[in-house]
């Protein structure tokens, strides 16, 4: 039967050749679509974990409700026993201690006097740390424009963009000013190793990158730490279980009556990202739901319009000594193959097309030049299972569903009348 209606189809190509481009052309572009919408919620998870989040985050109680000033005044500390505690309770993430500072960056002239000037959103991070994967973590040696990774102490980045601004070279030395945790005014010279491009538009307009002791020794934070950040040891951001941590360590460390007791926090807890994943997720259902539903609407009437535009057929058929089950059971037979093709080919030229884009992406630069968003400029789709099904299933469906309504008619006529448009 199959071998049957292949021949049929390859022998009559307004019967075949037009329902596989529908259903192949739909399948595409559900399939692209989804995987785009999934690779920019997953880089936007991604982008703020790495930069800002983690996928948990400690901080005392009282520098949580001044977050966006990087209060270091009250930054937590004794950190490293902090940290070795949490090693032993989750080991399957991995923790480190960060601190957050702004200030300005000097750069002086050949003469030593004040060239430039400008104000610096600075990152510390244990950089020589012997099992530290925060250099991995924030990509650096891939990022690297001019220059290199910080090799000893005292030695930063800063972004090329901020570089070119400054008018700064390699090697050359630059003053940060800034207020140590006492609230006093804090300087320190470095040596720019390297400049770097993220590829965040809110990083690449200034930042610094520098080691964590420098940090603690310039700001007077011996074993201090703006926060500690988790992250899963498998690259996944897990909120079930992220949530369950949060809640077991908050009821172990966590004091609500002293201020400076350290809190956890989930990625979803922080910067409104909750808010803003879920409705995330709710839109791509709509526009994913909406498209399926036209594509299913198109679909559906392809297949209305071949089975009426066959009466004649199904009438020759009759004729011919054929039950209307025979003849229903291979229009069915004869749909499912026409989805199963052009759902087939759709699915793979839109896998295609997604994983083109996940190596090259989309560059949203411009769009990003003004924002705070922590995302990528480079916008990647993602292929993930649900995008080999997302748009094969409703193309194989649709066709045959289509195809079995307009069937129904077939019981619902007099043979006699089939007869009759035969000979017309």
Known sequence: MIKFLIKGLLRDHHRSLFPILIVSFGVLLTTVLYSFINGELNDLIDSNARF????????????????????????????????????????????????????LLDVPDENGETKAQNPIFGLAVNLFGKNSKEGERLNLAKSI?????????????????????????????????????????????FIVCGTV????????????????????????????????????????????ETKIIKTNFNSLFSNAGNQYSPLMLTLEDQNELGEYLQYIT?????????????????????GLMSG??????????????????QIYKSLLYESALIGFIGSVTGTALGLAVSLYLQEFGIDITETLRNTSIMMSNIIKARISIASF??????????????????????FKRQTASLFKEFET
């Not at 090329?160 to 609230?183: D, Q, W, Y």
């Open 389 to 410: 099904y997302i748009g094969f299933i409703p193309g194989l469906l649709a066709t045959l569903i289509g195809t079995a309504l307009s069937g129904i008619q077939i």
């Open 145 to 189: 424009v001019r220059g290199h990774v910080p090799e000893k102490p005292r030695e930063i980045l800063i972004s090329e963009e901020f570089a070119k601004r400054m008018n700064t070279v390699i090697g050359h030395p630059i003053t940060l000013l800034s207020t140590s945790s006492g609230g006093a005014i804090a300087v320190q010279n």
């Open 52 to 103: 800002d989040t983690g996928h948990l985050k400690i901080m005392t109680r009282a520098y949580n409700t001044m977050a966006s000033q990087m209060p270091n005044d009250l930054a937590l500390t004794e950190v490293e026993k902090l940290i070795l505690s949490l090693n032993i309770r989750y080991p399957d993430y991995d923790w480190t201690a960060r601190i957050k500072f702004v200030g």
């Open 308 to 325: 009426i535009r066959r009466y004649g057929e199904i009438g020759v058929r009759l004729a011919l000594g054929q039950s209307k089950d």
């Open 197 to 240: 491009k993220f590829g965040a538009a809110v990083m690449d307009r200034g930042a610094m990158i520098a080691d964590l002791s420098d940090l603690q020794y310039t700001l007077e934070m011996p074993n201090g730490a703006s926060e500690i950040l988790g992250f899963n040891k498998k690259n996944y951001y897990d909120p079930d």
């Open 282 to 302: 709710v839109l791509t259902l709509v526009i994913i739901g909406i498209f399926l539903a036209a594509m299913s609407v198109v679909l559906l009437n392809t």
